[in-house]
């Protein structure tokens, strides 16, 4: 058990239709990131959050959206949802220790788009 | 953007027999880290490496990072069958955290 936890564990949706997936940190984490994993593209880094800002963006698609509240915990907004959109949807949160920052990863949303 | 590819992509070893997975960048990394994803799970942080030709060892598992920084490598010695998952080499670049994945080995142990 990581301590990061992520609901829904699984959804599933059809095409057009907007969802909103949730994420909890581990105790003191003040980062917050999210990732997409598919089968033909891996794992992809879609956002970071940083003590409730946005710190860095990667390949997340102009109809998903992120958030960090200030007690922390995150929520992916993901809208007008295709078929390709169906992942598994992790997110992350690290602790930074000296040169290094360990990312301790949730169990997951497995996002099925029918 | 930067790319580490991940060989190979899939292996498979009779329980007792060894595995290695390398992870080549055609440009200098500041740094590689490993994770393991048992199936259904999600990625587990096992190590990261810095320096330039660093070795570093967790039980069956020895990690390297090469003397140019541009490959690493995981071998596990006398594999188990929980030792099954797919094993991920990732990096950050210089100045941020967030990673970039390799596309994984997946191991199969047969019993």
């Known amino acids: 058990d990581s301590g990061v936890t992520q609901t829904p564990k699984h959804l599933i949706t059809a095409t057009g239709q907007r969802v909103t997936l949730r994420c909890s940190p581990r105790?003191?984490?003040?980062?917050v990131y999210w990732y997409q994993q598919s089968l033909d593209q891996g794992l992809q880094f879609l956002i970071q959050y940083y003590n409730g800002e946005e710190r860095a963006k990667g390949n997340i698609l102009e109809r998903f959206s992120a958030q960090q509240f200030p007690d922390l915990h995150s929520e992916l907004n993901l809208s007008s949802l295709e078929l390709g959109d169906s992942a598994l949807y992790f997110c992350?949160?690290?602790?930074?220790?000296?040169?290094?920052?360990?990312?301790?990863f949730g169990p997951g949303t497995r996002l099925l788009v029918l | 953007g930067q790319q580490v590819m991940q060989i190979p992509q899939y292996q498979h070893v009779q329980e007792g027999e060894d595995f290695t997975t390398y992870c080549n960048s055609s440009t200098t990394l500041s740094n590689i880290q490993w994770y393991k994803q048992r199936p259904g799970g999600h990625p587990v942080f096992l190590i990261q490496?810095?320096?330039?030709?660093e070795v570093k060892k967790q039980k069956r598992l020895t990690f390297q990072f090469g003397e140019a920084k541009k490959n690493s490598s995981l071998h596990i010695t006398a594999t188990q069958t929980t030792d099954v998952g797919t094993y991920f080499c990732a990096y950050s670049g210089a100045g941020s955290y967030q990673l970039t994945f390799g596309k994984g080995t997946k191991l199969s142990v047969i019993p």
């Open positions: 992350a949160s690290s602790v930074r220790g000296g040169d290094q920052e360990t990312q301790y």
């Open positions: 105790s003191g984490d003040l980062s």
């Open positions: 490496l810095v320096k330039s030709g």
